[in-house]
């Protein structure tokens, strides 16, 4: 996959990307074990907290992009529900992923103002992102995500990680709003997966992802 750079194909992208990730993790944590343990007196001693920086700012990067990678991935395939949603997928799948690596440090222990900051962000976007969704329909193309168990297991965790772990943040139970939040993203991705496969095998909402696909197309021409 790293022969080619396909800025078009999102899996050559997302192994450049994960490629990138790994590059800068590892050599930032092995400067920042070396910078505690002062291993390395003298000016090569200097240097460590700086290249550290770098490569943490690199892994933060390339960690955001990471994030939504597998929202990009699943909205380039042919499955109505999923593709009609490909913008909205990464966004999903980032908030997610940043909404629970926060809720997890907060539950080991790591109680401070930022990650607060960033639950309650994570929160906000997932409640905007929920009404988003229960907005934007497409018909029978994407009756997955708003009938059947699926739009249902949808529904409870964008409820859970979007308004419910917002409220109980603002009350001030912040274990609880993450251990919701957690939850919540855990089950919507097994939403996502339920979509998937109730709307690739429904012929009548292949077809009509076709038309709209279509009207879409003759929309941004006309």
Not at 20 to 48: D, R, T
Not at 67 to 87: E, K, N, S
């Amino acid at each position: 996959m790293l022969r080619v750079f396909k800025p078009q194909s999102a899996m050559s992208m997302g192994a450049w990307i994960l490629t990138a990730f790994g590059a800068c993790v590892l050599p930032g944590l092995i400067a920042l074990e070396l910078h505690a343990h002062q291993i390395f007196p003298g000016a090569f001693e200097e240097f460590l907290p700086i290249a550290a920086g770098i490569f943490i700012f690199g892994s933060a990067i390339f960690g955001t992009l990471l994030a939504t990678y597998t929202g990009v991935l699943i909205g380039a395939t042919a499955i109505p529900a999923w593709f009609l949603h490909r913008m909205f997928l990464p966004i999903h799948f980032g908030t997610a992923g940043l909404g629970s690596a926060a809720a997890l440090l907060e539950l080991l222990g790591h109680r401070i103002a930022a990650l607060n900051v960033i639950g309650v962000y994570a929160a906000t976007v997932e409640l905007g992102l929920l009404i988003w969704l229960s907005a934007n329909k497409h018909g029978a193309a994407d009756r997955a995500i708003h009938e059947h168990s699926s739009g249902w297991l949808i529904r409870i965790g964008e409820i859970l990680n979007g308004p419910l772990a917002l409220v109980l943040r603002f009350f001030g139970l912040v274990p609880l709003a993450a251990i919701s939040f957690l939850i919540g993203a855990l089950v919507s991705r097994f939403g996502w997966l339920a979509v998937g496969k109730v709307s690739g095998s429904d012929p009548e909402s292949v077809f009509a992802a076709e038309r709209v696909s279509a009207f879409d197309v003759d929309h941004a021409h006309g």
